[in-house]
């Protein structure tokens, strides 16, 4: 199973995850395994260090990231955030020693769960539900900005193409839009990029 398919499951059903654990301690490693093996899951890699996280996710494709740690270094947190960015995944982190400054900036660098001096092989489970849950909120509001600020910066895009329209063909406001919507479909294209195409030949044309 996928991220991109994470949506589609419902936490409360029995599914199988792939798992990659990063862990410099042998006991605190055996104890997320553990966990994880009592709720079926699949454990891909298990490895001592996250700084060649981008390499391993790509080629192994885990759905989830346990990273156990005494207290993340920076540079632990600088391949997190590369990651994070690159190749999105839920991110559980368990530490034994941490201060606010370091839960912020393991936070930032795209980590879903902090848990400070709190691993337990029974809570392993419910731990990475709702890492995969607020993983997924967070995924969704990224994309609703994204979406806003790309509309945003297409508005004066359309303004200017139904300006020309209105100009050169003699139509109202509303028939220009109509217009550049119809060519749009016809070429099966975003509305944006026919309305800069429109002004790309007025500009040719002169």
Known sequence: MGVASQSQVHLN???????????????????VRAGLGEAGHDIVVQGESALDLS???????????????????????????????DTPRPIVMFVDDSDEAGMRAAIGAGVSAYIVDGLEGTRVKS???????????????????????????????IERAKGLLMQRRG????????????????????????????????????
């Open 171 to 206: 139509v109202a406001e509303e028939e220009a839009y109509r217009l550049l919507r119809s060519m749009a479909m016809q070429k099966q294209k975003r509305l944006a990029e026919v309305a800069q195409q429109l002004i790309d030949s007025v500009e040719l044309l002169g």
């Open 55 to 85: 390499r391993v996710i790509e080629r192994e494709r885990p759905d989830v990231i346990v990273i156990g740690s005494d207290s993340p270094t920076r540079d632990t947190l600088e391949h997190l955030s590369l990651a994070s960015r």
């Open 127 to 157: 731990i990475i539900e709702v890492a995969m849950a607020r993983f997924e909120v967070h995924r969704r509001l990224v994309e609703e900005l994204d979406e806003t600020r790309s509309k945003l910066a297409e508005r004066p895009v």
């Open 13 to 31: 059903h029995v599914f199988t995850l792939r798992i990659l654990v990063i862990d410099d301690s042998t006991e605190r490693a055996e104890v």
